[in-house]
Structures are given as structure tokens and as C-alpha cells.
């Protein structure tokens, strides 16, 4: 039987349709004949069904396939064709052989250092590998020795596992002569560039099993033989056996001709490029949506909107053009998250190969509260772990279960049941099933993805570092489920969301290139140090199909595959960009390479003007798409209040109902912090609700030698004897020295041996000693007691309330056993950078306003007298605060009192910054007002009351 073989270059998508595809597909209309269109994409084949849809083109008969449904077919068929592992199982063979490797290597040798280095990258090695292979070449043409090495015994373990490499498999088949008697039917391969070379050997090993053959390639910039487009065509030649045919056709008129041409050669006409320049990127796509109405009532037919990635700006157009009810065809929906057990679990497999940290433990809990079987909140689970970690110093959950049993023994319980007794190394399939037990005994879900895998590992007896198996496990599991398509993200539209790649090859009535910002495309590759550019360069002639490109001839495919986008346009091409980014709204934002090409030719901006200021001069608002409902307006007009400085805060900004949001107790701490910024009273003491830390766990030396001071200075000051009313005789300061002295000593042994707890243990003791003798330092009274708490009658006087006040007191003395008509001491041991108690700052900043709220509140115990020292831990480092002070100290409380009074709060949060040392105290997902616009509503909302903490 006679083959019909054809190579054919199109420049136009339009010439490649009118002239090959078309004819092509119509040549069986008379007859039942089974016909394959091979494409690039997916978009691609949705590009031109649509297009056959508009013109009537009958394809009846037709399959289309992408290269890898191109595999599937010809492997069904292909005989002596072994299974190809899947890139995760080949990742952790590489990343099991990297390990048996670095047992034997000698620390700080240089072979060490190499595979120290590649187990830090190994999907980078991999990907490297991946396109040695698919152009023909293996593991032997690695120019690094080690890697030569490495990656031969990874071609041994998979043979052994009775697997083989895709790209391996697919030269096989391509190379394999067909029987002239066992070619059926026809096919065409329509569009695919020198950016498809990895799926070269698929597409082949299937043309060679047809009949017919036609194949339609982009024309090359003639640029050289060395291109990779020539390469490609120069490929495609020697394996049809077959000169290209270019099309005998006048190139088509096109508007985005002007736009291909600059970006190609830096000069083009582009007068008629429209550009759209939003304030924000909401604003911009909302422009584009605009403009895309626009163009289908001027009968704009067949419209591409190319996204460069998927991102909320794709999600915000989808928004804009559901509210003008605008058809469109979605070719990146956006992947759904993963069932609630998968995550649960892959979170747990996380935990265990990290080797059981507090990090990991806190990212799985969310998923247990989820479910019920969390013992404590969230917020409870950080706070223990926050408080274990300031003791003991370290990230093992090991270490801080003696400590979490004795402060939250149900807590300690669950966590023990999270920490099966792993071993050091473990076979796959055992790893799997001790997984299923532990989730069968936690009551958790077991994993339903597994089952390939033990399949491919069931006849591997070897047992494998446990990190690494782990890390296998959970590589099974899926990130993301499809999510559910509505009827207009599917079928045909005249508006398409695509990328450029599923849009390339086919012709558009206008192209949308939208996000044109330098941050946002194009992006530069960088070279691999594993298969560096030159070192691609010189494989090149060796290898048996055209690939190896370097990362300056992938970033010049990229840039030909927007101009070819461009000059398909036959009306238009349109490009959008914001002027500012939501993360960094004060940044402003500058357009990428072509967008700038194309303001400065239209003349927008003059010479030597800066990037970042060609957009902010073409910034556009665009009209909502429809009037916003009652409820919608009504939000609107908050939404705009909260951030009117003339306006007083009201009830919708941190304000409420006196009756229902005044608290019953007003904790000392939090007094403290309101006169600095209201907003964290609102939330901890009025909604009682707390920000919970994401952070990581860092050493912090300071805080934890800080909170063990106190924690030994507490026991060592206690009275021994019998207590009267909480108070007891004071010990003698020798008795307390040699308390301090054992309970120094037991701390040590508790730590480990080593210079850096050494040092800790030697600052620890210093800070004690100084802090002790500064307390016995001062005249008080003989009965004493520790960390105690104020009692249930203490109450502060606010603007003529009287509210009870909650807090505990580091250590107070008394010269009686009972507050009435007592002298009383209270001392706050400060091992921080607190500066010395003042009235005068107290009473204008707010600083240690805490300490002067405790006088206060004992004040209305009736005691006789009363001192509140801040003893900070150098030698007579005692500052004190007495009653005929407290007045001036207390100066920032009459605000809390009309505040409470009135039940208005607001706030005073400072702006957010890179530099700032803590987080917000608001929810994240509440949207910033800037601090200036706060600080005005503050003082329209109580005049005569100053805000903020600014202390001089």
C-alpha cells in the first residue's frame, strides 16, 4: 500500500486552516474513514472543533489527540511496550540512591558536598535527565561523572522494578519499522512547534502506524540553520522522508501584524493596539471585560484573553464577565481543593517525615479540629507548644512531652498516639500498611490512592530511609480535584480564557494579552547546573531529535510563540496591565518589555521617561457592568464609611451595644494595650478571641531565660510555712539563696550537655542572683506571696465605672496578712528591654500602664499604702511608682472610660510593614485602613483624647 507523506509550513494560522486542515479534514466526505488531528493541547483541538462548529466542517469519523493520548493509542498496539513509571516513583529512586550515597561520603569532602547539593534539587536533576532522554540520548551523556553514575543505577532500578522511561519507550516505537499491511487510516499533525520536541517520538511512533499522513508546522523565522525552529522542520524532513512544502499563499492582512513585528525585529506599526491600564488588578480586568463587551456588539467573533498563568486576575475576569452575563469558554479552570481526609492525611505523613516537629504537628491539627478528634482548640494546641518550646529549645516533639503531660495531660495523649514508633528505614508497601493501621486506630480516614503504588513496589524487598517513603506516600496523593465546570466555562463561546500555548496555532478574531507587567511575564528560566547551556550546546549534534535548547533559545520560542498569537489577530490585539499590585498597593508597577515597546512607538510617554511611569498616566476606571443591589449598596456605603476620616467610628467598625459588649473583667495586660491601639481590646477582651501565630518557632533567648526567672523566682520566694488569706512569712535571704542554688542545679541537669545550654545556664543563674537581691533590696513588708492573682473585689474606676480587673502579680508584700489597711509592695520582674517606670511616660504613652492599673486596683481594697517597683536585672535596678503618682500615671484611662461608657472602640493599628516586629492584631482577612486615616477618626470620635502611644 502506497503512503501518501506530507510536510507542509504555514507562516498563518488562517493559511494553515484555508490550505491544509480544511481540505484535509474534508477529503473523506463521501466516505467512512478512520482520521486522527494530532495538536499540541487541549486547546488546541477546542480551537478548531469550534471552528469546524462555525463553518460546517463534518467530523464524522475525526479524533483528535494530543501527543500524550497519542501514546495511549500506539502503546495499545505496540506490542513488546513496557510500562513507564511515573516522575514521582522516579523522584524517590533518585532521592534513595542519593542517600545510600551520602551514608558512606565523608563530611566536608567534596564528593559530600556534590551529593549534599543534588539531594537539595533533585527534580531539577530529574528534569535534566527527562530531556536527555527524550532527545535520544541517556544516562552515559551526562558530562559529571557522579551523575553518569547516578543516574545508570537509577536506569537499573527501574528495569529491575520491570518498568521503563517513557521517553525511552516512545524512541523504541518510533524507530521500529511498521508493516505496510498494518498502517490504518490517516492522520494529521496540525501546529505543534519546536516548543512540543519532548512528545516528538509519541507523535512519530503514532504517524508511523497510518496510512495517510499530513503534517502542517509553524514557518521559522529564517534566522539560521542553528534555530531551533529550523532544527525542528530539518527533523521533521528526515524522519517523513520528505521536502517541506511551504504554502503557496499571499500572507493575510492582519492588526496584530504591527504588534508581531516589534516584538520580533523592534520596529512595527501599532497605532491600532489598544491598551488597557487599570489602578489595580480587579480594575484591570474589569477594563477587559468592558472591552470585550464592546467588541461582540461590534460583532467581534472569535476572541482569545491569554493569561500567562492562573491567578486571581483569571478569577476576577471570570467575576466580571458572569456579571454581564458574557458567554465564555474557560481553558483554565482553576483546580478545587482536595477531599478534607486527603489533606488530613498527607498533612499527617508531613509530620512524620520531618521527623515529628511542633511545626508539623500545628499544620495537622487544623485538619483534626476539622473533624472532631483534636483534643483542644487550635489556638490552645499553639500556645502549648508556644510555651513548651520557650523551655525546652527545641523543634522534636520528643522533648516536649514531659512538659505538655504535666500542663495538658489530654493533649500529651493524642499527640503520643500521632508518633508510631517508625524505623530507621522501611519498605514501601510496609510503610503503607503500618499508614492504613495507624489511620484505622486514630479513627482517621485511609488512603484510597495507594494502590499503584504497592502494586509497582510489591516485589521490592529493599527497605528505604523512612523520610524518603514518607515523602513517596504522600507524593500518591492527589493536591486537587476538578472542580465542577458550570455550563459557561464549557462548550463554545466567542470568548475564550486560555493560556498561550492552548492558543497557539489557531486563528483569532482579537487577542487579549492580559497582566503585560514585568513582574508578570515573560520569566526568565535559569540555566540548570546540573546540564548547563554550554553543556547543552555541545550534546545537541549527538542527540537524535532537536531538543536541548538552552535558556536563551527557550525564552526566543516563548517570545515567537506571543508574536505568532499576534500576528493571528486578523482585528485587533489588545494589551491590559495594572498600574499597582494588591500586595504592595504604594509600588508602582512597570509594564513588560513589548507593552513598553508598544507605548513608547505610540508615542505616549517621551524619551527617557521610567517604566513605572508610562502606566500610572494611562490608569482608566471602568463603570460597574450593573448597578449593585440594595444589600450591595448598603455594604458599599460601610465599606466606605470605615474608611471616611470624617467619620466617627460607629457599629461597624469595632463599636457595639454598651448593654451587650462591655466585659465583665478588664485584664490588666489588655488596659495596657488599648491606650496603644484599641483594636486589641476589642477582639481579645470584648469578643474574646485571639490571633493565632503562624510564625515559625525561632530561639528567642532572651524570652525564654525571661520566663524561667520567674518561674524559679516565684519558688524560690514562696513561703514555706503555713499561709494566712494566699500570704506567708517571707524566707530570710539566706534561705532563699540556697533555694535558688538547688533549683538552679536541677534546672542544668535538665538540659542538655552542651556549651550553648552551658551558656544559658550561667546567664540564667546571673539573672536570678541580680533580681533576688534587688527584691530583698527594697523595705517591705514580711508576708509575702507569688504569682498571685488580684483578687475578686479589686476594682479600677473608669470614667466613673467601676469594673472588676483581672491579673496576676509576679511577687507582692504585705506588712500584714490581709490587703485591708495593709502596706503593699508589688513587684514586676522585667528581664526584657523595658525602660524604667515613670509617671510621666506612663501617663502619656501608655509604657507599663499595666504595673499602675495593680495599684490602682488593690487601691480599692482599702489598703493603707502602697509602691509598685519594675526590678529589672542589674544591680539595683529597682524603679518605683506610689500612690500620690498614680493620678498623673493614669492620665491614658480616661478614654477607656467613655470608650466603655459609649461601647465605641476603633482602633489605632499601625500600618503594615516588612519591618514590623509582630503581626496585625486584626483578622487577615479584614481588608487595612492606613493608620493616618484611623488617627483622624480616632480623635472626630473622642475630642479631647489623644491616640497612639507616641511616648516623646
Not at 13 to 19: K, L, P, R
Not at 220 to 237: K, L, N, V
Not at 377 to 387: D, M, N, S
Not at 787 to 814: F, I, M, T, Y
Request: glycine residues 8%; hydrophobic residues 45%; neutral net charge.
Amino acid at each position: 500500500m502506497n503512503r501518501n507523506l506530507e510536510l507542509h509550513l504555514a507562516r498563518h494560522a488562517d493559511s494553515a486552516w484555508s490550505e491544509v486542515i480544511r481540505p484535509w479534514l474534508g477529503a473523506t466526505r463521501d466516505r467512512l474513514v478512520r482520521s486522527y488531528v494530532i495538536v499540541a493541547t487541549r486547546g488546541q483541538a477546542h480551537g478548531l472543533k469550534h471552528r469546524c462548529l462555525r463553518e460546517g466542517v463534518p467530523l464524522l469519523g475525526v479524533e483528535f489527540l494530543t501527543p500524550g493520548l497519542a501514546r495511549k493509542k500506539w502503546a495499545e498496539t505496540g506490542g513488546d511496550c513496557r510500562p513507564a513509571l511515573g516522575r514521582e516513583v522516579l523522584l524517590f529512586g533518585l532521592r534513595a540512591a542519593i542517600a545510600r550515597r551520602l551514608e558512606t561520603a565523608v563530611p566536608g569532602e567534596r564528593a559530600w558536598g556534590f551529593w549534599q547539593s543534588l539531594q537539595s534539587d533533585p527534580e531539577r536533576a530529574l528534569d535534566d535527565f527527562d530531556a536527555l532522554l527524550q532527545a535520544g540520548l541517556g544516562a552515559a551523556d551526562f558530562p559529571l561523572a557522579p551523575l553518569r553514575e547516578i543516574f545508570a543505577d537509577l536506569t537499573d532500578w527501574v528495569g529491575a522494578l520491570g518498568y521503563a522511561f517513557a521517553a525511552t519507550e516512545a524512541h523504541r516505537a518510533a524507530g521500529r519499522t511498521t508493516a505496510a499491511a498494518a498502517r490504518r487510516g490517516r492522520v494529521l499533525v496540525a501546529g505543534l512547534g519546536a516548543e512540543a520536541v519532548g512528545e516528538a517520538a509519541n507523535v512519530l511512533a503514532f504517524v508511523h502506524r497510518c496510512v495517510d499522513v499530513a503534517v502542517v508546522l509553524p514557518a521559522p523565522e529564517f534566522a539560521g540553520p542553528t534555530t531551533p525552529d529550523e532544527r525542528w522542520i530539518a527533523w521533521w524532513e528526515q524522519r517523513l522522508g520528505t521536502g517541506p512544502l511551504p504554502l503557496d499563499v499571499a500572507d493575510p492582512f492582519t492588526a496584530g501584524a504591527g504588534a508581531a513585528a516589534l516584538l520580533e525585529t523592534g520596529a512595527g506599526d501599532v497605532a491600532a493596539v489598544r491598551v488597557l491600564v487599570g489602578r489595580s488588578r480587579d480594575d484591570e480586568m474589569a477594563l477587559v471585560a468592558g472591552e470585550i463587551d464592546r467588541l461582540l456588539r461590534t460583532g467581534a467573533e472569535n476572541i482569545a484573553v491569554i493569561f500567562p498563568r492562573l491567578d486571581a486576575a483569571h478569577a476576577a475576569l471570570v467575576r466580571a464577565l458572569g456579571e454581564r452575563r458574557i458567554p465564555f469558554t474557560d481553558l483554565l479552570p482553576a483546580a478545587g481543593q482536595p477531599e478534607s481526609e486527603v489533606s488530613q492525611l498527607r498533612s499527617l505523613l508531613g509530620f512524620w517525615s520531618e521527623g515529628s516537629v511542633v511545626a508539623g504537628l500545628l499544620a495537622l491539627w487544623p485538619w483534626l479540629e476539622a473533624d472532631g478528634l483534636a483534643p483542644v482548640p487550635l489556638a490552645e494546641a499553639r500556645r502549648l507548644c508556644e510555651r513548651s518550646f520557650d523551655r525546652c529549645q527545641t523543634h522534636g516533639v520528643a522533648a516536649h512531652l514531659p512538659l505538655w503531660e504535666a500542663a495538658a495531660p489530654e493533649f500529651a495523649t493524642w499527640v503520643r498516639r500521632l508518633r508510631p514508633d517508625w524505623p530507621d528505614t522501611v519498605t514501601v508497601v510496609a510503610a503503607a500498611a503500618r499508614v492504613r493501621a495507624v489511620c484505622a486506630e486514630l479513627g482517621l480516614a485511609e488512603p484510597e490512592h495507594w494502590s499503584q503504588l504497592e502494586r509497582i513496589f510489591r516485589p521490592d524487598a529493599a527497605a528505604y530511609p523512612v523520610g524518603i517513603v514518607l515523602a513517596a506516600l504522600a507524593s500518591f496523593l492527589p493536591r486537587s480535584q476538578s472542580p465542577e465546570q458550570t455550563g459557561s466555562h464549557g462548550g463554545f463561546a466567542r470568548v475564550t480564557l486560555t493560556s498561550r500555548r492552548r492558543a497557539a496555532g489557531l486563528a483569532w478574531s482579537h487577542v487579549v494579552f492580559a497582566e503585560a507587567n514585568a513582574s508578570v511575564w515573560p520569566g526568565r528560566e535559569e540555566a540548570s547546573c546540573w546540564l548547563t547551556d554550554l553543556q547543552r550546546t555541545e550534546l545537541a549534534p549527538r542527540a537524535t531529535v532537536p531538543g536541548l535548547f538552552t535558556a536563551e533559545e527557550q525564552a526566543r520560542l516563548e517570545r515567537a510563540g506571543y508574536a505568532a498569537l499576534a500576528r493571528d489577530a486578523r482585528d485587533g490585539v489588545i494589551f491590559s496591565a495594572a498600574a499597582t499590585l494588591p500586595e504592595d498597593p504604594e509600588l508602582p508597577q512597570a509594564p513588560n518589555r513589548w507593552l513598553d515597546a508598544v507605548l513608547r512607538a505610540q508615542g505616549v510617554a517621551a524619551p527617557g521617561t521610567a517604566p513605572d511611569e508610562l502606566l500610572a498616566r494611562l490608569v482608566r476606571t471602568q463603570p460597574a457592568a450593573r448597578e449593585p443591589d440594595a444589600a450591595g449598596a448598603q455594604w458599599c456605603a460601610v465599606w466606605s464609611g470605615r474608611r471616611d476620616a470624617s467619620r466617627p467610628f460607629d457599629e461597624y467598625f469595632f463599636a457595639g451595644d454598651p448593654a451587650l459588649v462591655t466585659p465583665a473583667r478588664l485584664p490588666a495586660r489588655l488596659i495596657e494595650r488599648a491606650v496603644k491601639d484599641p483594636a486589641e481590646f476589642w477582639f481579645e477582651a470584648v469578643l474574646r478571641v485571639q490571633r493565632i501565630g503562624w510564625e515559625p518557632f525561632a530561639r528567642t533567648r532572651r524570652k525564654a531565660l525571661g520566663q524561667c526567672a520567674h518561674e524559679i523566682l516565684a519558688a524560690v520566694l514562696r513561703p514555706a510555712g503555713p499561709t494566712v488569706r494566699g500570704f506567708g512569712e517571707l524566707p530570710s535571704p539566706e534561705e532563699a539563696a540556697a533555694r535558688l542554688d538547688g533549683v538552679l542545679a536541677a534546672a542544668r541537669v535538665a538540659w542538655p550537655e552542651n556549651r550553648y545550654w552551658d551558656s544559658c545556664a550561667a546567664e540564667l543563674a546571673r539573672v536570678c542572683r541580680v533580681l533576688l537581691g534587688n527584691a530583698f533590696a527594697v523595705d517591705a513588708g514580711r508576708f509575702v506571696a507569688t504569682e498571685a492573682w488580684l483578687p475578686a473585689g479589686a476594682l479600677l474606676e473608669v470614667g466613673g465605672l467601676q469594673l472588676p480587673v483581672a491579673g496576676r502579680l509576679d511577687l507582692v508584700r504585705l506588712d500584714r496578712p490581709d490587703w485591708r489597711g495593709a502596706q503593699v509592695d508589688i513587684f514586676d520582674f522585667k528581664t526584657g528591654g523595658d525602660a524604667e517606670l515613670s509617671a510621666r511616660r506612663m501617663g502619656r504613652s501608655g509604657a507599663a500602664l499595666q504595673l499602675g492599673v495593680y495599684l490602682a486596683a488593690v487601691r480599692s481594697l482599702g489598703i493603707a499604702g502602697g509602691r509598685v517597683h519594675m526590678i529589672k536585672p542589674e544591680p539595683g535596678a529597682v524603679t518605683s511608682l506610689g500612690l500620690p503618682e498614680l493620678d498623673e500615671a493614669l492620665g491614658r484611662l480616661p478614654w477607656l472610660g467613655e470608650a466603655l461608657r459609649r461601647g465605641v472602640y476603633g482602633a489605632l493599628t499601625p500600618d503594615r510593614s516588612d519591618y514590623a516586629p509582630a503581626g496585625p492584631p486584626w483578622p487577615t482577612a479584614c481588608t487595612p485602613v492606613p493608620a493616618a486615616v484611623l488617627a483622624r477618626k480616632f480623635a472626630v470620635t473622642f475630642p479631647g483624647f489623644s491616640g497612639g502611644a507616641d511616648d516623646e
